[in-house]
């Protein structure tokens, strides 16, 4: 058989990554229909709904065996166990910053998130650092100063969602499994706990599951494949694409996210947020740039 033209595979790789970020950056619309289920409920809830469809999907991609394979090394099941009480931490408080209106905060810890990759690149792994990126982390600090100088108080919100995410995505990074299988075994390593509470709200009566609605319990069984679906388009999408094109489409979901916020749930935008804002996206287009001439000048030197 033909192999598919690598402008097709690469057009194919931008729609699949695109349509992750894109559904990442509108998901807060359809937390807002849960917004009277507490945030560690709805957790409980993507963790047991996103559990079972990964085991059916790994079930439908005859999978199983590398399911398994996961489960029986001790090595990949402790990076996993931490992997997945980072993303749980991230899920709860980015499900928070929706019911509290904090999205415009939400959307800043997400632009901040591969400036702390960059950070914890180099004081975990060694990387090197340029000039452009020290400059860049300093212009992500005074972001974050502006902030703290808006509420008065340190901001904890945007920077634990930078964090949390930031430090799921290192563990992950050196962890050699498949996206899908390996969500699916942080949320199973998750699931006893969810099963436990979610039954015994729902024995005691003070549960969202079973709700007074088939409405609300739709919502909430659909937690599980929108968690899931987006990370399966992700994985597909950055197997076809250049990282330098991956990066660009990174900005995608907490720009989504900020129009969301501010266009849509008519939360304030003050002049603050606007400076806070204004030194992430410098930042971030100094470590773009730096990544797109680099690029090139090595692709020059070859």
């Not at 000039?131 to 992500?140: E, H, K, M, S, V």
């Not at 709700?211 to 937690?223: H, K, Q, S, Y």
Request: contains cysteine.
């Amino acid at each position: 058989m033909n192999q598919p033209a690598p402008h097709h595979d690469e057009f194919r790789g931008i729609a699949y990554a695109g349509g992750a970020y894109f559904l990442w950056g509108l998901v807060p619309l359809f937390w807002r229909l849960l917004g009277d289920v507490p945030p560690i409920e709805v957790t409980l809830h993507r963790v047991l709904w996103c559990s079972l469809f990964g085991l059916l999907v790994t079930l439908g991609r005859r999978r199983l065996a590398q399911f398994w394979q996961i489960v029986r090394t001790p090595a990949l099941m402790r990076a996993l166990a931490m992997s997945s009480l980072l993303i749980a931490a991230n899920w709860t408080l980015f499900i928070y910053c929706v019911s509290t209106h904090q999205l415009v905060e939400a959307s800043l810890g997400y632009y901040l998130t591969p400036l702390v990759s960059i950070a914890l690149g180099v004081a975990l792994l060694g990387e090197t650092i340029s000039r452009l990126r020290i400059a860049a982390i300093g212009l992500a600090t005074v972001a974050v100063a502006a902030e703290a100088f808006r509420l008065g108080h340190i901001p904890w919100v945007a920077p634990g969602l930078a964090l949390s995410f930031g430090f799921y995505g290192y563990v992950r990074k050196l962890t050699p499994v498949d996206s899908l299988e390996g969500l699916t075994v942080e949320t199973c390593l998750l699931l006893p706990v969810a099963l436990v509470l979610v039954a015994w709200w729902a024995v005691d009566g003070t549960g969202a599951f079973p709700g007074p609605t088939l409405t609300r319990d739709a919502l909430l069984i659909v937690t599980g494949p929108l968690t899931a679906l987006p990370l399966v388009l992700f994985a597909a999408g950055a197997k076809r694409i250049r990282l330098t094109t991956l990066g660009f489409l990174q900005y995608l979901s907490p720009t989504i996210t900020l129009l969301v916020a501010t266009l849509i749930l008519g939360e304030p935008f003050t002049v603050t947020n606007l400076f806070a804002f204004g030194c992430i996206w410098a930042a971030l287009a100094l470590v773009t740039l730096e990544g797109r001439f680099g690029f090139l000048s090595r692709r020059v030197a070859e």
